[in-house]
């Protein structure tokens, strides 16, 4: 649910009770020693959440971004290879280490690895690290519906969040409805769908409309379908202009007009389903 009394700091009710900003920022691709500086910036934005990974060889670079604001909510995540309940835990004190902190706010697993077929166990030890206090929120990235059930039977936990590739051009919508259901909340990784959409003539004419630049007309589409987007940006313009998103509104038409350009073949990520502890 979006509390919409904070315009400036959207915020979202996971299934375990914590609130998490609905508009992060994200670091996929940024170097460790080049992090600091965007990170700086968006904490000077307005940006309350900061997403990593272990993947990302950054998190040291985060950790140090983030050192005197220790109240900024932090997201990693578990490595493929790193899948299992043993290795799961080590893995994951290897990430403390590198952020510099006690606990994080959100540990999610990457992605499922079906064919590894370890996902349940690794999310047993998810379970495990929530229960010691040293992941405040566990969930999950790329999950399917399948893998979902699984877990979620098999554990009797339900992810707080589960992290997918979602823009204009791809929304999953059944996947949507199904975390709806399910009481999960759907965190949008490329959420400008790499700016593909910006000349569009719908997002295009939009923006037009309401004044705004393109990628916080697509952030706010996101934001009032209560999705959490985690965009990437380095400059302080288009890190601004990303933030833009929480400080005005689109009406029913301007979403209906974005919704009608889905494309169920828009996905321009890997498929959870051929993605595997060697990829």
């Given amino acids: 649910m979006t509390d919409t009394d904070s315009p400036a700091s959207p ?3 996971l299934n375990d009770g914590r609130t998490m900003p609905q508009l992060g920022f994200g670091t996929y691709k940024l170097d460790n020693d080049k992090v600091g500086e965007p990170i700086s910036i968006a904490l000077d934005e307005g940006y309350q ?3 990593t990974a272990s993947f990302y060889d950054n998190e040291e670079g985060v950790g140090k971004a983030l050192t005197d604001a220790p109240d900024i909510w932090l997201t990693t995540k578990l490595w493929n290879a ?3 309940a043993e290795k799961a835990h080590d893995a994951f004190k290897r990430s403390l280490d590198r952020l510099g902190r ?3 706010d959100l540990f999610l697993i990457h992605w499922p690895c079906p064919d590894d077929d370890r996902y349940v166990e690794t999310w047993q030890a998810l379970i495990a690290m929530r229960e010691a206090g040293l992941a405040k929120s566990i969930g999950v ?3 399917l519906p399948e893998h979902l059930d699984r877990i979620i039977a098999e554990t009797g936990v339900t992810p707080a969040v589960n992290q997918i590739e979602l823009h204009p051009t791809f929304q999953q919508r059944e996947l949507q409805d199904y975390h709806q259901e399910k009481g999960i909340v759907t965190q949008s990784w490329s959420p400008l769908g790499r700016g593909a959409s910006f000349d569009d003539p719908i997002i295009a004419g939009i923006a037009k409309e309401v004044g705004r630049e393109p990628s916080a007309v697509v952030l706010r589409w996101h934001i009032q379908h209560g999705l959490a987007p985690i965009p990437k940006a380095t ?5 601004s202009g ?3 998103a929480t400080d005005f509104s689109l009406n029913d038409d301007q979403m ?3 919704d009608t350009m889905d494309d169920p073949d828009g996905r321009t990520g890997p498929h959870p389903l051929e993605v595997n502890a060697g990829s």
């Fill in 49 to 51: 959440l900061v997403d």
């Fill in 141 to 143: 990235s790329n999950f």
């Fill in 242 to 244: 990303n933030f833009d």
């Fill in 256 to 258: 209906n007009r974005i």
């Fill in 11 to 13: 915020m979202l009710t």
């Fill in 235 to 239: 400059s302080r313009d288009h890190i």
């Fill in 102 to 104: 006690d606990a994080v």
């Fill in 82 to 84: 790193d899948q299992g």
